[in-house]
T-cell receptor, first 113, second 117 residues
């Protein structure tokens, strides 16, 4: 079956703009998590959605937000972009069971100029 | 809080040899899960192996095995018979087992493995 799909794969924005990233989980998976990966901070958890509800949130400013739709697809939005937001944004889906592994997409690479 | 430590920024191994990537963790939780992921230069995180804190047997998946030593809080990844395609960044990660934390993994900083012919 199809894996986790993230769009767009690459994008370039300028400071002050906003960006929306999309994630389509594996069919049947109800949990979607987002991670930010940078050389300086490594992999950091942003938030998790399960059945359209935010279940957990990492330590990021309010400029970072997300949502999940009834078909489990998820979007994350970053407003008022800063240079430090340049990163690889990874989405992961899981069935939601306690022992289920997380399946990651290939990521969206954001560059802020 | 959960913390994962990978002390080896880079490792080199010759093709067909075995290699061990170190991972130690810190948690006050009694129930947790440990993961290893591989990230090639393309960026995708590829799941390799999982170990639950109450699993009595060390996990194995093909050429990958997890050397789990609970008392030492270590979860080292062993790759047997290394292949050139194993060259990638490897991440150790941990998840607490509460229902509200299923999608939250804590990652180490990673180990860059290079396999040479």
């Amino acid at each position: 079956k199809a894996g986790v799909t993230q769009t767009p794969r690459y994008l370039i924005k300028t400071r002050g703009q906003q960006v929306t990233l999309s994630c389509s989980p594996i069919s049947g998976h109800r949990s979607v998590s987002w991670y930010q990966q940078t050389p300086g901070q490594g992999l950091q958890f942003l938030f998790e959605y399960f059945s359209e509800t935010q279940r957990n949130k990492g330590n990021f400013p309010g400029r970072f937000s997300g949502r999940q739709f009834s078909n489990s697809r998820s979007e994350m939005n970053v407003s008022t972009l800063e240079l430090g937001d340049s990163a690889l944004y990874l989405c992961a889906s899981s069935p939601g069971r306690n022992t289920g592994e997380l399946f990651f997409g290939e990521g969206s690479r954001l560059t802020v100029l | 809080a959960q913390k994962i430590t990978q002390t080896q920024p880079g490792m080199f191994v010759q093709e067909k040899e075995a290699v061990t990537l170190d991972c130690t963790y810190d948690t006050s939780d009694q129930s947790y899960g440990l993961f290893w992921y591989k990230q090639p230069s393309s960026g995708e995180m590829i799941f390799l192996i999982y170990q639950g804190s109450y699993d009595e047997q060390n996990a194995t998946e093909g050429r990958y095995s997890l050397n789990f030593q609970k008392a030492r809080k270590s979860a080292n990844l062993v790759i047997s018979a290394s292949q050139l395609g194993d060259s990638a960044m490897y991440f150790c990660a941990m998840r607490a087992r509460g229902s509200s934390t299923l999608g939250r993994l804590y990652f180490g900083r990673g180990t860059q493995l290079t396999v040479w012919p």
